[in-house]
C-alpha cells in the first residue's frame, strides 16, 4: 500500500477543536495525509471565545519541529497561528535546513471572536522571516490589509493585495474574500504568472470556526499529494464548502465545520 503524504502543522491547539492544530489533524486525515504536529500555543477557547492563551518555550517548539522532520520527514509544512515575534523566529530558525519542503503560510493574526493572535512584532517577522519562503500564503482580507498596507474592500482589491505578498517573496498568495460585503465569496489566487478567482455562494451558517486553518491545511494536503496549486486550492475551497454546508451545529457561538465529511460524518 502507498504510504500518505506527510504534512507538519505548526500551529496553537484549540480545545473547542474546530481550528488550530485539531482542525489541521481533522482535515489532514480526511484527505489522506499523515499529519504531524509541533505545539506552538495551548489555547483556552470554545465556540463563543478566546479566553487563555498559553505559548510553549522557544526550545520546546524548534525541538518538535527538528525531531519530526529529523525523523519522520514531512512533503509539505503548513504555518498558523504563532502568536510572537520570538515564535516566529524560532520556527523560521528551525525551517532553514528545510526550505526544500513546500510550506503553507496560514497568516493567523485574529481569532474568529476577534481576540489577537500575534503581536505586532510578529507581523513584521512574519513578513521578513517566513513570508519570502512561503509556497503559499493564505491571508484573510483584513490579514492581508495589514501586511500589505492596502485596504482590501473589492475583488480587485483582494487581487491587488495578493500581488503585493508575492513581490514581498511568497510564490503565490491566496487572499480570502469572506469578509468583504455581499452574498457571493471570492477568493483571488495570483502567482507571478497568474490570476484565479473561487467564487460561492455565501452559506447562511454560524459554524464559521476554524474556516482559515482548514482551509490552509486541506491546500497543503494537495501540495504534498503533488497536485498542482491550482488544484490543491480548488479542492481545499470545495472541501471548506462542503464542511460549511454540512456542519453538525455544535456550540453557542461560532461553531466548527465538518471535517469529517469524506468520512461520513
Same mark, same amino acid.
Given at each position: 500500500?502507498?504510504?500518505?503524504?506527510?504534512?507538519?502543522?505548526?500551529?496553537?491547539? *484549540?480545545?473547542?477543536?474546530? !481550528?488550530?492544530?485539531?482542525?489541521?489533524?481533522?482535515?489532514?486525515?480526511?484527505?489522506?495525509?499523515?499529519?504531524?504536529?509541533?505545539?506552538?500555543?495551548?489555547? &483556552?477557547?470554545?465556540?463563543?471565545?478566546?479566553?487563555? /492563551?498559553?505559548?510553549?518555550?522557544?526550545?520546546?517548539?524548534? =525541538?518538535?519541529?527538528?525531531? &519530526? @522532520? %529529523?525523523?519522520?520527514?514531512?512533503? #509539505?509544512?503548513?504555518?498558523?497561528?504563532?502568536?510572537?515575534? *520570538?515564535?516566529? %523566529?524560532? /520556527?523560521?530558525? #528551525?525551517?532553514?535546513?528545510?526550505?526544500?519542503?513546500?510550506?503553507?503560510?496560514?497568516?493567523?493574526?485574529? #481569532?474568529?471572536?476577534?481576540?489577537?493572535?500575534?503581536?505586532?512584532?510578529? /507581523?513584521?517577522?512574519?513578513?521578513?522571516?517566513?513570508?519570502?519562503?512561503?509556497?503559499? /500564503?493564505?491571508?484573510?482580507?483584513?490579514?492581508?490589509?495589514?501586511?500589505? %498596507?492596502?485596504?482590501? =474592500?473589492?475583488?480587485?482589491? @483582494?487581487?491587488?493585495?495578493?500581488?503585493?505578498?508575492?513581490?514581498?517573496? !511568497?510564490?503565490?498568495?491566496? &487572499?480570502?474574500? %469572506?469578509? @468583504?460585503?455581499?452574498?457571493?465569496?471570492?477568493?483571488?489566487?495570483?502567482?507571478?504568472?497568474?490570476?484565479?478567482?473561487? =467564487? !460561492?455562494?455565501?452559506?447562511?451558517?454560524?459554524?464559521?470556526?476554524?474556516?482559515?486553518?482548514?482551509?490552509?491545511?486541506?491546500? #497543503?494536503?494537495?501540495?504534498?499529494?503533488?497536485?498542482?496549486?491550482?488544484?490543491?486550492?480548488?479542492?481545499?475551497?470545495?472541501?471548506?464548502? *462542503?464542511?460549511?454546508?454540512?456542519?453538525?451545529?455544535?456550540?453557542?457561538?461560532?461553531?466548527?465545520?465538518?471535517?469529517?465529511?469524506?468520512?461520513?460524518?
Amino acid at each position: 500500500m502507498a504510504k500518505p503524504a506527510r504534512v507538519l502543522s505548526i500551529a496553537g491547539s *484549540d480545545s473547542g477543536g474546530g !481550528a488550530g492544530l485539531q482542525a489541521d489533524i481533522k482535515t489532514l486525515s480526511a484527505l489522506n495525509c499523515y499529519a504531524m504536529t509541533a505545539v506552538t500555543a495551548i489555547t &483556552v477557547q470554545d465556540t463563543t471565545d478566546v479566553y487563555g /492563551v498559553h505559548p510553549v518555550p522557544l526550545d520546546i517548539i524548534r =525541538e518538535q519541529i527538528t525531531r &519530526v @522532520l %529529523g525523523d519522520i520527514g514531512a512533503d #509539505a509544512i503548513k504555518i498558523g497561528m504563532l502568536g510572537s515575534d *520570538d515564535i516566529v %523566529g524560532t /520556527v523560521a530558525g #528551525a525551517l532553514d535546513a528545510h526550505k526544500s519542503i513546500p510550506l503553507v503560510l496560514d497568516t493567523v493574526m485574529f #481569532a474568529k471572536g476577534g481576540a489577537t493572535l500575534l503581536n505586532d512584532g510578529g /507581523v513584521e517577522a512574519l513578513k521578513t522571516k517566513l513570508l519570502p519562503h512561503a509556497d503559499l /500564503v493564505t491571508p484573510n482580507a483584513p490579514e492581508a490589509a495589514i501586511l500589505t %498596507g492596502i485596504r482590501v =474592500e473589492t475583488a480587485d482589491d @483582494l487581487v491587488q493585495a495578493a500581488q503585493a505578498l508575492v513581490a514581498l517573496g !511568497a510564490k503565490a498568495a491566496l &487572499v480570502k474574500g %469572506g469578509h @468583504l460585503a455581499g452574498p457571493m465569496l471570492t477568493d483571488a489566487l495570483v502567482t507571478a504568472f497568474d490570476v484565479h478567482f473561487f =467564487e !460561492a455562494w455565501r452559506i447562511d451558517t454560524d459554524s464559521t470556526h476554524g474556516t482559515g486553518c482548514t482551509l490552509a491545511s486541506a491546500c #497543503a494536503a494537495g501540495i504534498a499529494q503533488g497536485m498542482e496549486l491550482f488544484d490543491a486550492v480548488a479542492r481545499a475551497h470545495r472541501y471548506v464548502q *462542503d464542511g460549511l454546508r454540512t456542519a453538525p451545529g455544535f456550540g453557542q457561538g461560532s461553531g466548527p465545520l465538518n471535517h469529517m465529511q469524506k468520512l461520513k460524518f
